[in-house]
């Protein structure tokens, strides 16, 4: 898809400002940061982070871009299967903080799609937790001119880990709502998925968007679980003063004060900020110090998310050019 400059900043954004939530996270995850602490990347965390590191968060969304990026369909098929062995493929890295309900899946090292999509299904325990919905990022970026295919691709990805109905339904949305940012520079795309969904899933989802637009953490302090997940990403967006691109970063700071899972919640609400703001919102000294799995920087990530949108044709060079901050 032939994308305006303004398109091409704003898909730029989705990766790098999903691994900035992620790195800016990453430091304080399971702990509630009060008002007078100054959010940064400080590193730390539960996997011993370095300052700017992303986590699993991130490392999944990129092996789901990666396959994305070459335009292939990751909906089906040999797309999927192709995200599948992405997935195992950093598995066997060796990642931290790899997520209870993933790591149940991966383990199994299964060989296709199909096989990785039945071991969730039949996995024991929870299965609704929001390992599904902090990688569905990048999913937005190749299906900028298809809508049908890019909740198509979204369900088909996260089933392939979490079997649950409302881990789907998350994932179609805010995919949706990154697709439509890209496209349109608005936010509007969460209430556009609700219109056209289920009534089941709009009766469900539309008065806890409005909480969460109305309420305060303590409303849904479970964000480990997707909903609370997504409503405190939501919620991280619609509280926070949006008159400029300084919006991407006051809200990613909302995100972590948030508590608990906050590279998680800061992930998912990057993927949104980015795809309305751009890549030129994120702060340069943040953007700097980002790296991680697979050895990737700052400018890897615009470049990759830009050939995603472009369904792999890099034959008009912005990605493949040096990136100035």
């Not at 790195?23 to 700017?52: N, Q, W």
């Not at 990026?69 to 192709?82: C, E, F, M, S």
């Not at 110090?289 to 615009?302: K, T």
Request: glycine content about 12%; proline content about 4%.
């Amino acid at each position: 898809m032939r994308l305006s400059e303004e398109r091409t900043d704003r898909a730029a954004g989705v990766l790098l400002a999903t691994a900035t939530g992620d790195a800016l996270g990453a430091g304080y995850e399971f702990t509630t940061p009060g008002p007078d602490v100054v959010i940064d990347m400080i590193g730390g965390g539960l996997g011993s982070f370095a300052p700017g590191e992303w986590t699993d968060d991130t490392s999944m969304a990129l092996a789901i871009a990666e396959v994305a990026a070459t335009g292939v369909d990751i909906a089906a098929g040999p797309g999927l299967d192709a995200v599948a062995a992405q997935f195992v493929r950093w598995y066997e890295s060796g990642p931290t903080g790899i997520g209870v309900q993933t790591s149940a899946v991966l383990s199994k090292r299964p060989a296709s799609a199909d096989e990785m999509r039945r071991i969730a299904a039949v996995i024991s325990g929870r299965r609704s937790g929001n390992g599904s919905l902090m990688r569905t990022a990048p999913v937005a970026l190749a299906y900028l001119g298809d809508a049908d295919g890019c909740l198509r691709a979204a369900r088909a990805i996260g089933l392939l880990t979490h079997h649950d109905e409302r881990a789907v339904e998350a994932c179609e949305m805010w995919t949706y709502a990154i697709r439509h940012a890209v496209l349109n520079g608005t936010f509007d795309g969460l209430l556009e998925y609700l219109e056209g969904a289920s009534t089941g899933a709009r009766d469900y989802w539309a008065p806890l968007l409005d909480r969460a637009e109305r309420g305060t953490p303590a409303d849904f302090p479970n964000n480990g679980w997707v909903v609370d997940a997504l409503l405190t990403a939501w919620w991280a967006i619609t509280t926070t003063d949006a008159t400029g691109p300084e919006h991407l970063q006051r809200a990613l700071e909302q995100a972590v004060r948030a508590g608990h899972d906050t590279d998680t919640t800061a992930a998912i609400a990057g993927g949104l900020l980015g795809a309305r703001w751009g890549a030129s919102a994120v702060p340069a000294r943040w953007t700097r110090m980002l790296h991680g799995w697979p050895g990737y920087r700052a400018a890897d990530l615009e470049r990759l998310a830009v050939r995603t949108a472009r369904g792999g044709d890099d034959l008009e060079g912005w990605s493949s050019s040096p990136i100035v901050d």
